[in-house]
């Protein structure tokens, strides 16, 4: 895509090797929605560029059709920015409106592996900060204890997460996600930077549970 005159400026503002996040939504900021300018930026095939692409998105116009071309998009990215990527989309954009809500609850078993990590990191993100009560969590704890194992490992990390959140807020499934973590071994040998919590369940909820109680 030939960019406009408004997308160069916005992309000559953007330096791979000191732009910070808090740059990007600076000028998201000054931007605020502009989906084709977004399109733009996006075009450009760049980590950066593509950040604050998702930032300046108009929600509204995000369907499955666009959402499955972003999917194809991201996966050239490496891992790491690949799961950004589609983190951030989801957080940013996905997640903020009802119809957008849909699609990621119908995600479970995409044939996409982004889309499938997008559901599950979802149910996570709902739990998070201490809610419950919802009606789907034995039905999750079902699939993850059958299917931890055979996922892709984009999709592995946000399913142990969820059972994560949930093994930590919720105490009548604590010693089921403990276990899960036991049985499959995922993430025990894990080496985590100082100061951050490892993956590993009984060493997340231990340390996550301790928290609630200072």
Same mark, same amino acid.
């Given at each position: 895509?030939? #960019? ?15 732009? +910070? @996040?808090?740059?990007?939504?600076? #000028? ?7 989906? &084709? @300018?977004? =399109? ?18 108009? +929600?509204?116009? =995000? ?14 990215? &490496? ?5 950004? =990527?589609? &983190? ?7 997640? +903020? ?118």
């Amino acid at each position: 895509m030939e #960019l406009s005159a408004k997308a160069i400026s916005i992309y000559k503002q953007i330096q791979p090797e000191t732009t +910070k @996040l808090g740059d990007l939504r600076k #000028l998201a900021k000054e931007i605020k929605k502009d989906h &084709d @300018l977004a =399109l733009e930026l996006w075009s450009t095939g760049e980590f950066l560029p593509r950040q604050l692409a998702i930032l300046v998105m108009d +929600k509204k116009q =995000l369907n499955q059709g666009l959402i499955d071309q972003l999917d194809q998009d991201i996966q050239t990215h &490496d891992p790491e920015e690949r799961n950004h =990527l589609v &983190d951030w989309l989801m957080a940013n954009q996905l997640m +903020k409106d009802k119809k957008t809500i849909a699609l990621i609850e119908s995600w479970e078993h995409s044939s996409s592996v982004l889309q499938r990590r997008v559901f599950w990191y979802y149910q996570a993100r709902l739990r998070w900060m201490g809610k419950t009560g919802f009606s789907n969590t034995e039905d999750l704890l079902v699939a993850i204890e059958s299917r931890l194992l055979t996922e892709k490992p984009a999709v592995q990390w946000a399913m142990n997460y969820t059972a994560g959140q949930i093994g930590k807020w919720q105490e009548e499934y604590r010693a089921r996600c403990i276990g899960i973590g036991e049985k499959t071994g995922l993430y025990r040998d894990e080496i985590v930077p100082r100061g951050c919590t490892p993956n590993y369940l009984p060493e997340f909820i231990s340390i996550e549970v301790s928290k609630l109680k200072k």
